[in-house]
């Protein structure tokens, strides 16, 4: 029989806040792939792998870890998702954004996400920072299909998906850091397969700056909870007819782990500022 996914958010929550002890999260910050080096930064550490967690599954992807840590992270109390899990590995969009709900469910307010994304813009080279202004959902799913969980509102306002005001901090710690920073439109396709030209070419003129496969049914369960969102893209390639090489997973790792350390800066700067 399936569990409902109010009594899954509650089990899931239940099973985290028994390792946490007193530390209560403010913020959540999941990683994407080779971003996984912010995690070794969090102090006194608290780790819980992935599989111990109520309908949390192995993540199935290289660069990817697998577990939740939790603890501080420039003196803000901070629980970091250490490998996401993506619809294309066959997971239906209520577990993709399980973990949003459950630390919207932890007493978590600011979700921080991060990920790999193909270059689309014509100046992005691999490497580029960007700062995601806004999104378009072409993985044709929603995790807020079907009976509303509880703590969900049933029709989101996606007007401003991530946050203003986050966006103006992550701005102004880029520009006092000198770390190139840039903004733009994110598009979340399904995969596991990269987009075609032709795709591209159709991404480039509906307004997207970045393609990937991840990060957007978080942040729509999110926003259905009231959550504030916060994300970065790490450009590890250009996108399919804008790069004279094929692309490949192992590029994507390389540049993630090369741009980590700005990266973490970044996210480091905000939390500074939220504490």
């Known amino acids: 029989m399936d569990v409902p996914a109010s009594e899954l958010i509650r089990r899931a929550a239940d099973a985290v806040a028994a390792?946490?002890?007193?530390?209560?999260?403010?913020?959540?910050i999941i990683l994407g792939s080779g971003l996984g080096s912010l995690a070794d930064a969090v102090q006194s550490a608290i780790r819980i792998p992935q599989s111990a967690i109520p309908g949390f599954?192995?993540?199935?992807?290289?660069?990817?870890?697998?577990?939740?840590?939790?603890?501080?992270?420039?003196?803000v109390p901070v629980v970091v998702q250490n490998g996401r899990f993506h619809l294309y590995e066959g997971h239906?969009?209520?577990?993709?954004?399980?973990?949003?709900?459950?630390?919207?469910?932890?007493?978590?307010?600011?979700?921080?996400?991060?990920?790999?994304?193909?270059?689309?813009r014509p100046t992005f080279r691999p490497g580029t920072l960007m700062l995601i202004a806004d999104h378009i959902n072409l993985m044709w799913k929603n995790p807020l299909i079907g009976p509303v969980a509880s703590g969900d509102e049933r029709f989101p306002d996606m007007s401003d998906p991530y946050d203003a005001g986050l966006r103006k901090i992550a701005r102004a710690v880029a520009r006092d850091a000198r770390?190139?920073?840039?903004?733009?439109?994110?598009?979340?396709?399904?995969?596991?397969?990269?987009?075609?030209?032709?795709?591209?070419?159709?991404?480039?003129?509906?307004?997207?700056?970045?393609?990937?496969?991840?990060?957007?049914?978080?942040?729509?369960?999110?926003?259905?909870?009231?959550?504030?969102c916060l994300g970065f893209s790490t450009i590890?390639?250009?996108?399919?007819?804008?790069?004279?090489?094929?692309?490949?997973?192992?590029?994507v790792l390389e540049v993630g782990k090369r741009v980590a350390g700005q990266l973490g800066t970044l996210i480091k700067g905000v939390l500074r500022q939220l504490g």
């Open 19 to 28: 390792q946490l002890g007193g530390l209560r999260p403010r913020v959540a």
């Open 57 to 75: 599954p192995e993540p199935g992807v290289t660069g990817h870890k697998g577990e939740l840590v939790a603890g501080t992270l420039e003196g």
């Open 92 to 120: 239906p969009p209520d577990v993709a954004a399980l973990p949003a709900r459950v630390f919207h469910a932890l007493g978590v307010a600011t979700l921080i996400l991060t990920n790999a994304a193909g270059g689309i």
């Open 179 to 228: 770390i190139p920073l840039e903004e733009g439109v994110y598009a979340g396709l399904l995969g596991p397969s990269y987009e075609t030209p032709a795709e591209v070419r159709m991404l480039q003129r509906i307004g997207a700056d970045a393609v990937g496969m991840s990060t957007v049914p978080e942040v729509i369960a999110a926003r259905a909870r009231g959550m504030h």
């Open 236 to 251: 590890t390639n250009l996108a399919a007819g804008l790069s004279p090489t094929p692309l490949a997973h192992a590029e």
